[in-house]
């Protein structure tokens, strides 16, 4: 049976899971990392970088390392969160031809999608290298918040990656889904995911119907992990200033080997009460004199400097329990997700919020992957009897008389379905009537997020309120929403269909795919060369090493200085195919290699 | 024994020999006078033919490469094992070293045809002239250090921005011939301890904390966010000074 990957394409780290022998499995990268940093970068070579070795020259080449990109994924130029984005990045963001924003990486601009594209294929290529086979299908999380045009995005996204994405599910979900694997269950559930750039926290219900219905979800996008190595860097740089009136600051590789040791220093004070920090040669006095680093740091020092953003992912999970009118006894469970969850202290706080201990249950770097992995391996086996059904992320609705939102399909509403509501004209002798068709859960119309509009003409003059006009909303199986506008009284109808967009053409994601194939087959291309460069140049090293044996043993015969001249013509060619990266050749000569290294071995063998 | 002429004969049109991946650093010959470092090569019109326009057209690597696979095949010849090629010199050598071996062992550049005058300054005649002189020599490292002086106060000086592309692409070719291929995983073979003893400056501790034994040399290079030979000279430095090695 075909396998279904699932990809929890994260705001700092990714990770791909699927499911072998029923059960889910995360699969590492070549590093044997279970996770891959969601970097990428181009080096001043024009190289592409993903994952690990981007996040390694993340600061030294800050202007080319896109980091976060899913904070901008499906997002408007116009959108707040861009502007603070671009406030924020290091790499320049720029609009883009349809109002979205791009990435400029050297000399090349990006969509998001493309970039995000890029991780996705590294995730592809890691599964890849794991089963041996292609593939192809895949279930992508995204977080519970994500509105049509970013799902849209994430999904052009995969596309461009190669991907058929099969299912987009909610992150919390997906958490949800792993926890519930292989059991019954039947709970409300708190899902608090605190990861490298952000926090989330959402409510769920696990229906044994296999229903998971966010009933609330909220966050803060940009707290997370990141946070705290920063409170880490900023006590080491005041440390070393103290001692020795340098900043380290304003030297970006002491920057970046400061950043990485903060990071590996949280992470190890999860599990022990000190780590010490050696950086040694962190940087070169006036007098060219180097200078180390050296600095031991107490897990209650890192609790002391990060508690405030402790406290403020409690407040977000308190005023969300408060919106959702919630009480704590109401929850039956809570999972943790993210990296930082491993912290100590944020076991201990939100314990001592939720009044009980976290459940031990789901594993907090994998469990959204392993989730989507799980659904992935459900959607194309009908023998399974999971089922989650498809809901709307967020309610549809439409603006109303003083900009506020009228609802008509609730946030979670199973799909396909359809909602009707009748309205009136909300002035005297109004002929035509805009529909502005939105997607959100706040009363006013500004905070949601517009899906697209048209006007209904041709309405009787008429005081206001009297005219009676029929809204339709529908979403079909494939998730496409129509509205349809009717004058009861006429019968005029016009409708619309909306169609989510992640701000890019069918053509410029044709190009995408294009480019991203292309640059697949480079890469795989590469790999296989190198992969026979290396048996080449071991089997000439090991022909090489016995060339004086086998001269010495065949020195008497004109038969064998040949063979010896042809072994050596032979090695002469394999090299020259390495460097003129000939791998067709170089795969003829592998053959021609093995062969005499089997002759050598041969004759060395029966002259001793 | 292979005749060192015979080989200069044969050099440029011999694939087999400028594709020999040992890439070992050149062994004087002890018997061999060592010419000055500074000595002009004049006789080797065949190896590299600069255009009349330009004369730090950039040396072509492959035959400064070929040099050296030619002077392993020798060492082969000799009988002497590939492992016993590698060169360890003093840690002091360092880069100049480079330049000078390859000067007296490659005659890769001639002496450059008469020069037009500079157009700059006339404060920065003379540094062009040394420039362009160390170029003719072969001592690449001292030219891209005048050359980027004289860019210093001149950015767009083109001569000096010739010489300073065209050394640093023969130096990062050197260095990779002396490093080897650049897909080895290097490891610190000094004691994390010990470390801090060494004689080394920030941007070498930058370059060994990448040095993790999984990064292979290229990554390392891709990762350090200095220029190709900033990074690759250091990777030199430290394989020399055996702060780093391959397992």
Known sequence: ?608 | MVDDDELDKSWPDDDAEKNRPTLAPPQPDPKREPEPATKPKRETPAVLRLDSASQFERPDPSAVISRRGRESLLGLADGAPADDLSLDPEPSEALDLVAAEAERATPVVPLPPPVPPAQSSGRIVEPVTEMRERFSLGDYSGALVVAESILEEEPSHAEALQCETSCRQVLEQMYTARIGPLDRVPFVAVPQEQLRWLNLDHRAGFVLSHVDGNCSLEQILDVSGMPPLDALRILFELLQQRVIGFR
């Open chain 1, 1 to 608: 049976m075909e396998k279904v990957i699932g990809i929890d394409l994260g705001t700092t780290n990714s990770c791909v899971a699927i499911v072998e022998n029923g059960q889910p499995t995360v699969i590492p990268n070549r590093g044997g990392y279970k996770t891959t940093p969601s970097m990428v970068a181009v080096t001043e070579a024009g190289k592409r970088l993903v994952g690990h070795i981007a996040k390694r020259q993340a600061i030294t080449n800050a202007e080319n390392t896109v980091y976060a990109a899913k904070r901008l994924i499906g997002r408007k130029w116009s959108s707040p969160q861009v502007k603070n984005a671009i406030a924020t990045s290091s790499y320049r963001i720029v609009e883009g031809p349809h109002h979205d924003c791009r990435i400029a990486l050297r000399d090349k601009e990006f969509s998001v999608p493309e970039v995000s594209a890029m991780i996705l294929q590294e995730m592809r290529v890691i599964a890849e290298d794991y089963l041996g086979h292609s593939v192809q299908k895949a279930v992508i999380t995204v977080p519970a918040y994500f509105n049509d045009n970013q799902r849209q995005a994430t999904k052009d996204a995969g596309e461009i990656a190669g991907l058929d994405v099969i299912r987009i599910i909610n992150e919390p979900t997906a958490a949800a889904l792993a926890y519930g694997f292989g059991r019954n269950v039947e709970k409300t559930v708190a899902v608090y995911d605190l990861g490298g750039g952000t926090f989330d926290i959402s409510i769920l219900e696990i229906a044994q119907n296999g229903v998971f219905k966010v009933i609330a979800t909220a966050g803060d996008t940009f707290l997370g992990g990141e946070d705290v190595d920063a409170r880490i860097v900023d006590w080491l740089v005041q440390g070393f200033k103290d001692e020795h009136q340098i900043d380290l600051r304003q030297d970006r590789m002491a920057l970046q080997r400061l950043k990485d040791a903060a990071e590996k220093a949280k992470c190890e004070l999860s599990s022990v009460r000190e780590t010490e920090i050696n950086l040694p040669f962190i940087i070169s006095s006036g007098r060219n004199e180097a200078l180390h680093l050296q600095r031991a740091l107490a897990r209650n020092v890192l609790e002391e400097l990060s508690s405030d953003l402790i406290e403020r992912t409690v407040d977000i999970c308190k005023q969300t329990l408060d919106d959702a009118r919630l009480e704590k006894d109401e929850i039956d469970e809570i999972l943790l997700v993210g990296g930082m969850t491993r912290m100590p202290k944020i076991q201990d706080a939100v314990a001592k919020f939720f009044g009980r201990d976290a459940s031990k249950g789901v594993h907090p770097d994998e469990c959204v992957a392993l989730g989507a992995a799980i659904q992935g391996a459900a959607l194309i086996d009908e023998s399974q009897e999971m089922i989650l059904l498809d809901v709307t992320p967020h309610a549809l609705g439409i603006m109303t008389f003083g900009s506020y939102f009228e609802e008509l399909i609730p946030q979670n509403t199973t799909v396909p379905t359809s909602r009707t509501k009748i309205f009136t004209t909300s002035r005297d002798n109004q002929t035509a009537v805009k529909i502005l068709v939105m997607q959100g859960e706040s009363e006013k119309a500004e905070d949601n997020e517009v899906l697209g509009e048209f006007i209904l003409t041709g309405l009787r003059r008429a005081p206001k309120g009297q005219v009676e006009i029929e809204v339709t909303f529908e979403i079909n199986a494939d998730g496409i929403v129509s509205v349809r506008a009717k004058d009861l009284e006429t019968g005029l109808e016009q409708s619309i269909q909306v169609t989510a967009t992640s701000g890019l053409t069918r053509d410029e994601i044709k190009n995408m795919i294009d480019s991203a194939k292309e640059h697949m087959v480079e890469r795989r291309v590469s790999e296989e060369f190198e992969g026979l460069k290396q048996e080449a140049q071991k089997l000439a090293a090991e022909i090489e090493k016995l060339f004086p044996q086998v001269e010495q043993i065949v020195a008497a015969s004109d038969f064998g200085r040949e063979a010896i001249d042809k072994a050596r013509g032979i090695v002469t060619r394999a090299r020259a195919a390495i460097d003129k990266k000939d791998t067709a050749a170089l795969k003829e000569h592998i053959e021609g290699l093995s062969r005499t290294q089997r002759m050598f071995k041969g004759v060395v063998a029966k002259g001793q």
